[in-house]
């Protein structure tokens, strides 16, 4: 299904190369951050989180680094391939809450 | 496991009708939320439930929305009257105490 906007960023990497995707939220009162992937016709994904007493956390094949300083939030992934094709979400939750405010999103686009 | 299952994945209907849009959480999460995603408007958050109690409606744009959880396995979000501006792709998500969201593949609703 439709996931963003009209404007949506997009980036474009080649298969086997290494992404990496950037997202600024906004409130410093913030303490947990997760990064969704949310493919055509389908609900947001789980990939990974990061609590804020942590600045990277690493999974299978993905990171997320955390810099609070400027309230930024970015996701590698490791040798992209084409099954990475989608949007992906960065997501804030406000401190002792458990709304999910998410960012406008990015799309991954892989080629051969 | 059986992730969040929402019902019907699709609804095409005239405005003035009476949408009904169902959820089915994941069990053993305490909390639901809806969201609603537009290309204009990106993912919104309507109104999320701890322990089938109503916590946070600010998102809920008007009136003519309502959600209700009568047990823990079951929610609905309801709109009447419809209008052609309620089109888009309603999410349902559960999730444990201080967890990700887990997401359900949505609902695309379009109101002629």
């Known amino acids: 299904g439709e996931s963003v906007g009209l404007h949506l960023p997009t980036l474009s990497v080649q298969e086997g190369d290494n992404s990496i995707i950037n997202c600024a939220y906004s409130?410093?009162?913030?303490?947990?951050f997760i990064w969704y992937k949310q493919e055509s016709g389908k609900g947001p994904q789980f990939i990974i989180d990061?609590?804020?007493?942590?600045d990277k956390r690493q999974g299978q094949r993905v990171t997320v680094l955390l810099n609070k300083t400027v309230k930024h939030l970015s996701l590698q992934i490791a040798a992209t391939q084409p099954g990475d094709s989608a949007v992906y979400f960065c997501?804030?939750?406000?401190?002792?809450?458990?709304?999910?405010?998410f960012g406008t999103g990015t799309r991954l686009q892989v080629f051969p | 496991d059986a992730g969040v299952i929402q019902s019907p994945r699709h609804e095409v209907t005239e405005m003035g009708q009476e949408v009904t849009l169902r959820c089915k959480p994941i069990?053993?999460?305490?909390?639901l939320f809806w969201y609603r995603q537009t290309m204009m408007r990106g993912l919104e958050l309507l109104i999320y439930?701890?322990?089938?109690?109503?916590?946070?409606d600010s998102g809920m744009p008007e009136d003519r929305f309502s959600a209700k959880m009568p047990n823990a396995s079951f929610s609905t979000l309801k709109i009447q009257p419809s209008e052609p501006r309620d089109s888009a792709v309603y999410f349902c998500?559960?999730?444990?105490?201080?967890?990700?969201?887990?997401f359900g593949d949505g609902t695309r609703l379009s109101i002629l």
């Open positions: 409130n410093s009162a913030s303490d947990y």
């Open positions: 069990s053993g999460h305490n909390s």
């Open positions: 439930f701890n322990n089938n109690v109503p916590i946070d």
């Open positions: 997501a804030e939750i406000l401190y002792n809450t458990d709304k999910l405010i």
């Open positions: 998500a559960s999730s444990p105490p201080l967890q990700p969201q887990h």
């Open positions: 990061i609590r804020s007493n942590m």
